[in-house]
Every structure is written in C-alpha cells, then in structure tokens.
C-alpha cells in the first residue's frame, strides 16, 4: 500500500536516512557502554558499572524507538553489525581503555549522537515531520545531559 502520513515519499527517504545514522550510532554507543560496563575496574567500579548499565538500557529502549520511526516512515531500518559500521560515526573501541579514558570516550560518543540528531533536524522540518522532530528533541537533551554527568566524573 501507499503511505500517505502527510510526508512525500522523497522527504520520508531524507529523514530515514539521517535516522538511520542515528541508529547506527546509538546502537555503536550501546555496543561500547555495555562493553564498559563489563570491564570497568578501579576504585569508581561501582559507581560506573551501575552508571554504565543505566546507560546501556536506556540505549537499548532508544534504538528500538528509532528503528521503529525509520520503518513508520517507509524505509527499512540498518540492523547488522555491517551496515552499522559503514552509517556510525561513533568509533568502536576494540582496547580496554581505564576507567578514566572509559568515561571520556563515553563522552565522546554521546556528544557525537548528540550533534548526529541534530544534524538530521533540517531534513524533518523540511519534511513536517513532528514526530521525528520530538524524538530528536528527545534523544539531543538525554545525550546532552547523559554527557554532563560523565564529564562531571573527570573533575578533579
């Protein structure tokens, strides 16, 4: 069938593709916070492994609510290691970095999905798609906030 929600089908391709990047990098940073998670050690152990599993199931909730907004738009959602990969702009971590170096990272990587939402913000408006809109209001302010917590940990 057709999808007639209001938005051209050429916008609907747009904004998937720029939700698509999105989810590659959600799911890249849930990959390496639960990577962390596992491997954190130090004296902070606790407090980044709670911290960091906290973080994780909320990446996991997020990625489904993006998938699901790529496939309510038409398009098929990226859902292998592949193409996730070749979409994400949040660099995988292969090492096992201090806890330190885990939480800066971790910074990193929210403050990269964090300007990838917002990057995909002119594609939605063009197209009014308002509820594309909210969710990358949505995901902008937790990764924002989610990267303030974590650099508040680096203060000496």
Known sequence: MNIDIGIPEDKRKVIAK?????????YTLYL?????????TGP?????????????TELAQAVDIVAERIRSLGEPAP????????LSSVKEETGLPSAEDM????VIGHETVAKTAR????S??????????????QRIQLHEKTAWMLRSLLEK
């Open 103 to 106: 939480v800066k990272d971790l």
């Open 79 to 86: 859902g292998s290691y592949a193409q996730f990969a070749e």
């Open 44 to 56: 902070q152990f606790r407090t980044l492994h709670l911290m960091f599993e906290e973080q994780y």
């Open 32 to 40: 390496k916070t639960h990577n962390y998670h596992w491997n954190v």
């Open 119 to 122: 990057s995909v913000f002119p």
């Open 18 to 26: 720029g939700l698509s990047r999105l989810l590659a990098d959600s």
């Open 124 to 137: 939605a408006e063009e197209g009014n798609d308002e509820a594309t809109l909210d969710l990358l209001t």
